[in-house]
């Protein structure tokens, strides 16, 4: 079998949702092509389209995993402009956005010529979208290639064979083929979620291809295939039966979109619901008790739950903040029922933003906000009066599909508010960050981040963080 590199030029045969009869439609390969013969391609003349939030609709080249195998992918044929087609001569022609199969009806001067596609459909076509009928093995070698269990060395010389195994790595081994896992996607729109799938197939000793149980295919013809690193894949969490209701505060995941996402909750409510916060959306959903599970973490090879870790201080002790105003333009006339996070810090020194809502109007320059994320003081949620000076809105949400870089300034999800700190080290979409307020490092996943934005004279700067 003929090796596929990246870049190469492809048809593969298929059907599309328009047309059930199979044709060959150009693609080009994405990827590196798996040890176990599948390749990542995105086809030329097929798309999809999907439809923006600002009411635009989207057009997008559909990507797939295909199995390298004879009469299903070939290599496009060289182009021979100068054939002439004769009545009667099977052809294939490019109809339906791929190549089909026909048969010539007549032949006009002027460059163009008509076929019968299928035995049934007369069109009239250029002669540069029809081609001589190509051998469905083409790309394929003639003779299957030898394969040999011996090692053969040419050398006049006595020489000496030295082998080094690389470590295995073990986390990899236990994804075998058929493996029930969660993946994580850091795509916009899935940030941080997770999507139960199957091990299909290895790309490599840290990648795999699972196929999801409930993402498809741009098309929605059939589930959606990926290949996916290995430290964005864990087995299944175990099962908890949870009898008691879930707490304040307690961090849980949420079934949502067709994946579990991990948010907080905010708000324990009647028959069974609860208001969730999902800070890496920056929205509250109201859910019953049967989509939301314990949120659990796999930590040197246990599972460890939300609930059954150490507990730290739900209020860290910060004071509200004002922030030194200069040219900066204050938050007047908020209105009530918007987002806004409060700040937050210790000794002069701004550490934590705290997501909250304006509740009314107090005074020119004061406004009763409610806590989203903090445990109430008194009463049903914790509210308070806050300094406008204190006040930002909530910043625009920027999911970052690609790993931080050391030096990028971030907040991190701490004690449920957005404190703010700078990447030291990164590894596999884990990073080291390092807080100024404490003098501290320590571990996030990727989930946990978001980049670091300021709000100045009305408008947000990104990743720049003044040290005071």
Known sequence: ??????????????????????????????????????????????????????????????????????????????????????????????????????????????????????????????????????????????????????????????????????????????????????????????????????????????????????????????????????????????????EHRFNMLEEVDAWYHDGWWVGVVTKVLANLKYVVFFWTTNEELELHHLDLRSHQELINGKWVASFSRPKVAENPGLEKMKLQTGRRKLMMDLLCGLNVEIAHGAGKFLSTWYPAVILERVSSKKYLVGYRTLKPRNGPEHVEEVDVSCIRPSPPIIQQAYQFKPGDAVDAWVVNGWRIGQIRTTMNFKYEVYFWATDSVVEFQHAYLRPHQDFINGAWLGNYIKQE
């Not at 044709?23 to 999809?48: E, N």
């Not at 002027?110 to 007369?122: H, P």
């Not at 969660?182 to 990648?207: D, F, L, M, Q």
């Open 1 to 242: 079998m003929s090796t596929f590199n990246k870049g190469d030029k492809l048809e593969i045969l298929r059907t599309t949702t328009t047309n059930t009869t199979p044709a060959w439609f150009p693609a080009t390969v994405i990827d590196s092509p798996s040890p176990s013969g599948t390749l990542h391609v995105k086809f030329t003349t097929l798309f999809v389209e999907k439809d923006r939030k600002n009411g635009r609709r989207k057009r997008k080249k559909i990507k797939d995993y295909v199995i390298v195998t004879a009469g299903v992918i070939r290599r496009v044929p060289p182009p021979d402009p100068h054939r002439r087609f004769v009545v009667g001569e099977e052809v294939e022609v490019l109809y339906g956005c791929g190549w089909r199969r026909a048969v010539v009806k007549e032949v006009v001067e002027d460059g163009r010529c008509t076929v019968v596609v299928g035995g049934a459909v007369e069109v009239v076509v250029e002669n540069r979208n029809v081609r001589v009928c190509c051998s469905t093995a083409s790309g394929f070698d003639s003779q299957q290639e030898k394969s040999t269990d011996e090692l053969v060395l040419q050398s006049p010389k006595p020489t000496k064979l030295r082998i080094i195994c690389s470590k295995q790595n073990s986390k990899a081994a236990i994804f075998q083929k058929g493996a029930r896992v969660e993946a994580r996607s850091y795509e916009e729109g899935y940030h941080g979620a997770r999507y139960v799938a199957t091990v299909i197939g290895t790309v490599s000793e840290a990648k795999f291809l699972v196929q999801y149980d409930t993402l498809t295919t741009d098309d929605q013809m059939q589930p959606l295939v990926e290949m996916v690193h290995v430290s964005n894949i864990r087995p299944l969490p175990p099962i908890i039966r949870r």
